[in-house]
């Protein structure tokens, strides 16, 4: 496929037995389910950093024509890579198939496949999915990547595929703790990721990385404005504090007129001894 981002497979054949096999390169790390079984849910910042990498890895795949269909925090390995330690490893094409049903030999529509508290709806109904599909799972994974839970639960797998169905998932910033913190424009992303109807989701993984890359932006310079305001402020109220003539505050001298008061002052100690010494 091409991305540094996709687990690379190095050579595949089959058994004498026939069974079919095929080598991975080998990772250390973990899966992005133990993860968040281990910290209950993950920064937004952090989440972002690793949608980047999602976003990229699948556009890869999508633009070889080849869809995932099993998109979920179990299929994301997070390995260090230098002094990032979020580097994100897509696994597990198992179920993939080719976006034309035509030239899939892996299986054929009718038959559902892939994980319900991650499925698109129209693959719940084991219709043909396109790469719409997988945008759906990726904004579901991020839900549960922020909030600690997927966007629907139920009591088995068939009550979760009703919801996916027809129940609208709640924004995850009214989900996740309240130390979250997850912006509204991040909820947005994510919601529109999960729409019902594939053609309103983002028409590309190119397409949700970019509006994400251009939220975090605006969210990155609406901080730094606060903060030089904060600060400007600070200043200002310094600033009035030193100059007020009340005595309440100290007023600022110039060296200048330092200098010139205390020549003054010993020109005028000089002459009085002059006088009193005569």
């Not at 910033?173 to 309240?178: F, L, N, Q």
Request: hydrophobic share 40%; glycine share 6%; net charge negative.
């Amino acid at each position: 496929v091409g991305s540094r981002h996709i687990v690379d497979v190095t050579d595949f054949g089959t058994t004498e037995q026939g069974s079919a096999f095929f080598v991975m390169e080998y990772l250390e790390g973990e899966d992005l389910s133990t993860t968040l079984k281990k910290e209950k849910f993950l920064p937004w910042k952090r989440v972002v950093h690793m949608l980047y990498q999602m976003c990229e890895a699948l556009q890869a795949a999508h633009d070889t024509g080849v869809i995932h269909r099993d998109v979920k925090p179990a299929n994301f390995y997070r390995v260090t890579v230098g002094d990032d330690h979020d580097f994100i490893k897509i696994l597990d094409f198992g179920i993939a198939r080719l976006a034309n049903p035509q030239d899939s030999i892996v299986t054929q529509t009718g038959v559902v496949m892939g994980t319900p508290d991650f499925m698109a709806p129209e693959q719940a109904m084991g219709k043909h999915v396109d790469h719409h599909a997988d945008i759906y799972s990726l904004g579901a994974s991020a839900y549960a990547l922020l909030t600690g839970r997927p966007p629907f639960e139920g009591a088995n797998e068939y009550d979760v595929i009703y919801k996916q169905l027809n129940d609208d998932p709640e924004p995850p910033s009214e989900v996740a703790p309240p130390q979250a913190a997850v912006p509204k424009w991040l909820d947005l992303i994510i919601l529109k990721a999960m729409r019902k109807d594939p053609k309103e989701r983002y028409e590309s993984m190119r397409e949700l990385g970019e509006e994400l890359r251009k939220a975090e932006q605006a969210e990155t310079k609406k901080a730094s404005a606060a903060t030089e305001a904060k600060a400007s402020a600070g200043r200002s109220s310094t600033d009035a504090l030193e100059s007020r003539p009340d005595g309440t505050g100290a007023r600022k001298l110039s060296p200048f007129l330092v200098v010139a008061v205390l020549a003054i002052l010993a020109v005028i100690a000089g002459v009085g001894y002059t006088l009193l010494a005569n």
